[in-house]
């Protein structure tokens, strides 16, 4: 019998979430040992000290999305498709949650959150303001994708949901202003209610 996948990193973090939410989706056999960056035991395990990392049997990647990927791998499913455009259009999300989705919302969650987690002084509201225009242009591209759809890409959900409905985990305590974009809070509750995510709910 085949060992776990196991899914590295603590599970308040929304990249750790991705590949975890999927995991669960998919009914696959997971753990996920719940190390921090800096845990010494885990970067023993990455020396570059980032979550996620995945092992699977002694295989291991690292990056949140590529995980999700290889996760798709080891069961037919319909998150990643074959097709060449549907799966073209699920990559172009990937990407984009990488490059601008993410950047638009992460400095506000370290402001706002982790640095009152850690210790390590008071709100910055000028990166917040800053991070906040980011936010509103990435949000806007966002809704203006879902008009008219239940799901990013096609007729049921698919990683590119996983990849940016994972990003707004924190959404309440960040104090994103969602209600702005009708599209994004009603696609938001379909991602949340998807199984995997009810499984991986993270807890303020």
């Known amino acids: 019998m085949a060992n ?21 989706h998919l009914g696959l056999d997971v753990e996920n040992p719940p190390l921090a960056p800096n845990d010494p035991a885990f970067k023993d395990l990455h020396p570059a000290g980032r979550i996620p990392l995945l092992d699977d049997d002694g295989f291991r990647i690292c990056e949140s999305n590529a995980i999700m990927i290889y996760l ?14 549907e799966r073209g259009l699920v990559n172009q999300f990937l990407f984009w949650d990488v490059a601008h989705w993410t950047p638009a919302y ?20 000028a990166v917040v303001e800053a991070t906040l225009l980011k936010f509103a242009r990435e949000a806007a591209y966002l809704n203006g994708a879902l ?10 959900p698919t990683l590119a949901d996983f990849a940016a409905g994972a990003g707004l985990t924190h959404a309440d305590a960040m104090g994103l202003p969602l209600a702005d974009y009708k599209n994004v809070c009603a696609w938001n509750e379909r991602v949340q209610g998807l199984e995997g995510f009810k499984k991986t709910e993270v807890k303020m």
């Not at 776990?4 to 669960?24: C, D, M, T």
């Not at 798709?72 to 455009?85: F, G, V």
Request: some cysteine; overall charge negative.
């Open 106 to 125: 992460q400095p506000i969650q370290f402001e706002r959150i982790v640095k009152g987690m850690l210790g390590l002084g008071d709100t910055d509201e």
């Open 147 to 156: 008009e008219g759809k239940d799901w990013l890409v096609g007729d049921a």
């Open 72 to 85: 798709c791998s080891k069961t037919k499913n319909d998150l990643y498709p074959e097709d060449p455009k």
């Open 4 to 24: 776990p996948i196991k899914i590295i990193g603590v599970p308040f973090s929304q990249n750790v979430r991705k590949p975890l939410a999927v995991a669960h």
